[in-house]
């Protein structure tokens, strides 16, 4: 079973003396000028309380002033385009974060999306917990409740729309053991630098669960962990939008079951003639895998 914490769990004034090493905190952003600055800031009160050692804002270039904003809050910001540019074009959300690890310096990265309405320092705090109370701790997911806006109405639930209808069906029939995620496409995420480094990424949407997929198959369940961490507003997307989100994740995760030498795992396989659109980027220090999925080494 996935061990499974809160982010009350955990204190500020424990965790600065406990840490595995110094903190990079990562934010990808595209257009997120409205809300980055108060992200920056709640990192930044973080920082000087000595839990985080780097505040790094990857932007795309985003024409609506986000890397300004970032900078003149407090973070270093960088343009993903600068970032291992023999790569080629960046190629979206996983690409950036993939391009990060270069400028990335501490050996613990947390990913924190940039666009959290109600973000709060507590994101990082919760994420970074199991990872500093247990050394077998590698990689830590958040999870929490998505509100649905509409117009002037708020609904308690009903966001995480790719996650409820395309994501966690998937899982179940063909990785049952990552069901247990409750946000298995959450891009709160805290994990080992090292682990980080031993696993490809996927561009575009497909880098969450392509990246669950890869960790659960090297480390096993046993590594892992979720941290709730209240709720994460953010901005609905229309359903086109959606659509090609969930399209992105499907082939990301079947290609990546179909990398996996391992039994009793499902497939999702394309018919004749359809070919992926995504680009996979390799590991930056390619390991061997521990275990086979569940935890044996």
Known sequence: MLDTYDHTDFAVADLAARLPGPVS???????????IAHTVAELLILADLGVVSQILVVDADSPDGTAVTARDAGAEVVSENDLTPEAGPVCG??????????AATGDVVVFVDGDIADFGRHYVTGLLGPLCENDSKQFVKGSYRRPFRQQESEQPAGGGRVT???????????????????????????????????IPFFTGY???????????????????????????????QSLDSLGGMANEVIEALASTLAT?????????????????????RPARKPAPRLGSGDGSV
Do not use: Y
């Open 93 to 102: 959300k996983g690409d950036a974060m993939w391009r990060s690890l270069v």
């Open 164 to 198: 409820e209808l395309t994501v966690r069906p998937l899982l179940a029939r063909t990785v049952p053991e990552l069901a247990w995620f409750d946000q298995p496409l959450a891009g709160e995420v805290a994990a080992r630098r090292d682990l980080l480094e031993s």
């Open 206 to 236: 497909g880098v969450e669960i392509a990246m669950l997929v890869e960790v659960w198959a090297q480390i096993g369940l046993e590594g892992m962990a979720q941290v709730g961490l209240g709720t994460k507003r953010n901005a609905h």
């Open 260 to 280: 996996l030498d391992q039994d009793g795992l499902g497939s999702i396989a394309p018919a004749d003639g359809v070919s992926g659109a995504l680009t996979v």
């Open 25 to 35: 905190v990562v934010v990808p952003t595209r257009n997120t000028a409205g809300t």
